[in-house]
Structure formats: structure tokens, C-alpha cells
């Protein structure tokens, strides 16, 4: 079945650590993304890739780095740096050309403590 | 510029009436507004999107309205059903290879 994983669904870290949260896809897309989601924020766009080896900063990339080094993966690290990160992460993927459908996997809760 | 406004935050309807959240946007230059629907401890998944050369589009009980001139569009869900309890993210696509700007998300709750 084609889709995107994350990994691992719950995740709990002491404050800190850095910690990296992973995102694959098999559906063959070039554009990769990541969102944060807190209750009563929406969806908040940290990073995204349009093709391998490169990737742009989004609204909130302060405190998280990525990495593209091949077409299905695309994790999250979550550095010391990030203030606040506990939240619920979203990964998802769409082709360049139809960037409007977007496919999400099933998040990763994150918690701090 | 990029935003999208969209309201209410949160929403209760009576199974069987219709539950109506609304998009505003700045933008004119937004090509594309899909709708996504979320459920708790789930990833948003796409429900219906509409171009800005159409009006109207339906797709069973959900319909999208959009009104260019005002800037606007909406999201109408006749006959809600329990099932339809989530949260409900409308988006607009920035022209170029730039990611959808999502609205913050409206919370529907249809009971019976």
C-alpha cells in the first residue's frame, strides 16, 4: 500500500535532548513537508522539500533542522534549541505539480518532560 | 497576505442539519482552495477542493461555495452525521512551488 509512515506515533523525551522524527514515503513525490499542530493553531509549516538535497525554511523553523537526502525520507530533528516542543508533528508529501494534494501521515505526538 | 482566516473555531450541530465554516483570504493570486478533513489522532486527508473559476462544486453531502469578489469561500456539510464530527482545515495554494497556507482549523461536533 502506498503512503507515508511516521515514527514513532508517541514519543516522549527529557528536556534537553534532541530527538528526530522520522517520515517515509513510497508514493513517489517529489515535495516533502513538515507541520506543527497545537490545539487552536492549525497547521504551522516548520520545513519542506521541494527535490532531494534541498529544502526551505517554513513559518516556525526556529529550533528544528531537516534533511533530504533521498526522495522518501524526509526526518525532523527536534533540537534543544526548540522552546516549547511539545506538539503533535505532521509530515506530508505531494507531487510538485499538484501541490494542492497533499497526503498526511498519521502525526507524531511529541512530549517534553 | 498569506493568510487565510477561517471561522468559527468550533462548531455544534444537530444531526441531520447543516453545518456551515467559512474561509476569508487577501490573496488574489491563490489558485487552488481544498478543504481537509481531520480526525482526533489522525492526519488530515483531503475532502473537496474547488478552483477559483468555479462557483460552486458538490461532491454528495459536502459543498464548497466560492465567491471571488468577496474573497471568500465555504465549506457546507447538509445532513451532518456524527461521522462528520472532526476538524475541518480550509487551505489556499500560493502560486508557484510554495506549500498550501492553512486556516487555523474549525472543530465540528454533530450530535444526535
Known amino acids: 500500500d502506498g503512503g507515508i509512515t511516521q515514527s514513532p506515533k508517541y514519543l516522549f523525551r527529557k528536556e534537553g535532548q534532541n530527538v528526530t522524527l522520522s517520515c517515509e514515503q513510497n508514493l513517489n513525490h517529489d515535495a516533502m513537508y513538515w507541520y506543527r499542530q497545537d490545539p487552536g493553531q492549525g497547521l504551522r509549516l516548520i520545513y519542506y522539500?521541494?527535490?532531494?538535497?534541498?529544502?526551505q525554511k517554513g513559518d516556525i523553523a526556529e529550533g528544528y533542522s531537516v534533511s533530504r537526502e533521498k526522495k522518501e525520507s524526509f526526518p525532523l530533528t527536534v533540537t534543544s534549541a526548540q522552546k516549547n516542543p511539545t506538539a503533535f508533528y505532521l509530515c506530508a508529501s505531494s507531487m510538485r505539480t499538484s501541490r494542492i494534494e497533499a497526503f498526511f501521515g498519521q502525526g507524531t505526538r511529541l512530549t517534553v518532560v | 497576505q498569506q493568510q487565510v482566516k477561517q471561522s468559527p473555531q468550533s462548531l455544534i450541530v444537530q444531526k441531520g442539519g447543516i453545518s456551515i465554516i467559512n474561509c476569508a483570504y487577501e490573496?488574489?493570486?491563490?489558485?487552488?482552495f481544498p478543504w481537509y478533513q481531520q480526525f482526533p489522532g489522525k492526519g488530515p486527508a483531503l475532502l473537496i477542493a474547488?478552483?477559483?473559476?468555479?462557483s460552486e462544486k458538490k461532491e454528495g453531502r459536502f459543498t464548497i461555495s466560492f465567491n471571488k469578489s468577496a474573497k471568500q469561500f465555504s465549506l457546507h456539510i447538509m445532513d451532518s452525521q456524527p461521522g462528520d464530527s472532526a476538524t475541518y482545515f480550509c487551505a489556499a495554494s500560493p502560486p508557484g512551488n510554495t506549500p498550501l497556507v492553512f486556516g487555523k482549523g474549525t472543530r465540528l461536533s454533530v450530535i444526535a
Open positions: 522539500s521541494q527535490i532531494v538535497n534541498d529544502f
Open positions: 490573496n488574489t493570486a491563490f489558485d487552488y
Open positions: 474547488i478552483r477559483p473559476d468555479v
